[in-house]
């Protein structure tokens, strides 16, 4: 199916000229200043067909093709996005404090990967700040919000879980769609949650102020060990969870065809892009394994294909995000991956629904286990 070649052989040629956070803010600054001007567009990037609307969580959703969190930290879009063919956005991660996060530079492109590597350090305005924005907000389309710690190496233990259960009290009355915990960033002073108890802790807590019932996601990293996903599915599942996304950065650097000595050079962050494609992907499997048929898994990492997303939804997924890929491919991206999934769901006589899952229920009965 065609690139988009405006995108390809004009903007991102003079996007990638300029310092690749200098460039989001600047994407990001004039696509809030024309927000009015997007909805003459959407003819353009929206994807028209009903084939590939769907509901889970109990929301309703035009098409499964999400923007992940970090591209939208702190919510300014929300009125635009739904212009650009996505089905559902996750703002954030929010923090209960505001922070300018680590020092520049701090993202960086890996051209010959078509991926990026990111130690931003959830820089971000602060859950009141971005709660009182939100309230007088119009959402084009269903809105996750996505929460984590702030990133400060002095709030620890319950004094971590005060910190995200404050931001969950500032949010949890906005009309968002759902709300994911981020415990996975790896660019904070902690890294990835390794401490289950303080989750546990956490989500009971979560669960207690959720008078509106408004579904909880818990985001993984595809570098924990499966020992660690298992912990956290069990109290994830324990606390009535709604399900996961499948999910954060990676601080692998395996099959990367970008030089070592570049690499080192760029130093820690988070990996996200194609190379992280198939450790996003095997975390989807373990997790469908785990969880119960109710919970939901949002599949994300090097989605930037209708063939990717068609992975994800066979590995499990019941929706789809992506960041990275947008740099790479533009705004035309969403409309793209909806287009090619429809096809392959229409030559596989496949409904979403029926979509969902199907490759690990195809293993599951070659190897003659019962089904999910
Ligand atoms: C620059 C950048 C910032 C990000 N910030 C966040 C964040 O604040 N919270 C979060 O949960 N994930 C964050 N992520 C991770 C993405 O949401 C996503 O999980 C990851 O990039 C994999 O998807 P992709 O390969 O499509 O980019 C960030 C990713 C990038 C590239």
Known sequence: MARDLLYSKVVR???FRMDCEDAHRFVHETARQ???LWPLLSGLYQYRGD???????GVNFANPVGLAAGFDKNGDLVEMLGHVGFGFAEIGSVTAQARTGNPKPRLFRLLSDQALINRLGLNGEGADHIAGKLKTSKFSLPIGLN?????DPAIVG???VEDMLYTFCQIKDLPIAYVTVNASCPNTHEGIVSEVNSLTKL??????ENDRHLPILVKLSPDGSEQLTKDIVATATEHELAGYVCGNTSTSRSGLSTPPATIEQIGNGGLSGPPLKMLALQLCRLVYKLKTPAQIIIGCGGIASGDDAYEFIR???SAVQLYTGLVYEGPTLPKMINQELSARLHKDRLSLSQAIGASARQERSAAGTTTN
Do not use: H, R, V
């Not at 084939?51 to 969580?57: G, K």
């Not at 929460?147 to 990133?151: D, H, V």
């Not at 989500?203 to 207690?208: K, N, R, V, W």
């Open 13 to 15: 040629p003079l996007l």
């Open 34 to 36: 024309y927000g009015t």
């Open 51 to 57: 084939d590939l609307a769907c509901q889970f969580a």
């Open 147 to 151: 929460i984590a710690k702030t990133n």
């Open 158 to 160: 319950d004094a971590a």
């Open 203 to 208: 989500f009971a807590l979560m669960q207690a």
């Open 315 to 317: 590995s499990g997924a």
